[in-house]
Protein backbone atom coordinates (compact mmCIF):
# COMPACT_ATOMS: atom_id res chain seq x y z
CA UNK A 1 0.00 0.00 0.00
CA UNK A 2 1.43 3.38 -1.19
CA UNK A 3 0.92 6.09 1.63
CA UNK A 4 -1.49 8.92 1.01
CA UNK A 5 -0.58 11.40 -1.78
CA UNK A 6 -1.57 14.59 0.64
CA UNK A 7 0.51 17.71 1.33
CA UNK A 8 2.91 17.77 4.15
CA UNK A 9 1.01 20.61 6.03
CA UNK A 10 -2.69 18.73 5.09
CA UNK A 11 -0.88 15.63 6.91
CA UNK A 12 0.21 17.36 10.46
CA UNK A 13 -3.48 18.56 10.58
CA UNK A 14 -5.09 16.00 9.68
CA UNK A 15 -3.11 14.15 12.81
CA UNK A 16 -3.11 16.67 15.07
CA UNK A 17 -7.20 16.81 14.73
CA UNK A 18 -7.58 13.43 14.38
CA UNK A 19 -5.42 12.88 17.28
CA UNK A 20 -3.34 9.82 15.44
CA UNK A 21 0.31 10.16 14.83
CA UNK A 22 1.84 11.18 11.74
CA UNK A 23 3.21 7.79 10.54
CA UNK A 24 0.09 6.08 11.28
CA UNK A 25 -2.00 8.49 9.24
CA UNK A 26 0.30 8.49 6.37
CA UNK A 27 -0.45 4.69 5.65
CA UNK A 28 -4.37 4.45 7.07
CA UNK A 29 -6.41 3.14 4.18
CA UNK A 30 -7.76 6.02 1.88
CA UNK A 31 -11.44 4.83 2.97
CA UNK A 32 -11.03 5.13 6.76
CA UNK A 33 -9.36 8.34 6.04
CA UNK A 34 -12.33 9.40 4.65
CA UNK A 35 -14.68 8.01 7.73
CA UNK A 36 -12.36 9.48 10.35
CA UNK A 37 -12.53 13.09 8.70
CA UNK A 38 -16.51 13.04 8.18
CA UNK A 39 -17.07 12.17 11.76
CA UNK A 40 -14.76 14.91 12.74
CA UNK A 41 -16.67 17.08 10.81
CA UNK A 42 -19.57 16.14 12.38
CA UNK A 43 -18.24 16.95 15.48
CA UNK A 44 -17.75 20.53 14.38
CA UNK A 45 -20.93 21.06 12.70
CA UNK A 46 -22.81 20.41 15.76
CA UNK A 47 -21.35 22.51 18.52
CA UNK A 48 -21.95 25.59 15.83
CA UNK A 49 -25.07 24.68 15.20
CA UNK A 50 -26.56 24.32 18.94
CA UNK A 51 -24.86 27.38 19.19
CA UNK A 52 -26.94 29.22 16.55
CA UNK A 53 -30.64 30.32 16.52
CA UNK A 54 -32.37 28.87 14.30
CA UNK A 55 -35.54 31.30 12.50
CA UNK A 56 -37.93 29.32 11.57
CA UNK A 57 -39.15 29.16 8.17
CA UNK A 58 -42.54 31.11 8.63
CA UNK A 59 -40.50 34.55 10.28
CA UNK A 60 -37.85 34.02 7.15
CA UNK A 61 -40.53 34.37 4.49
CA UNK A 62 -41.55 37.38 6.04
CA UNK A 63 -38.48 39.61 5.80
Keep these: MKPLQISPETAITL???????????????????????AELSKKQSN???????????SEQDRE
Excluded: F, N, R, W
Excluded at 15 to 37: D, Y
Design 15 to 37: SKQLGVPLEHLMHMPQHILLQKI
Design 47 to 57: PQADGETEVPQ
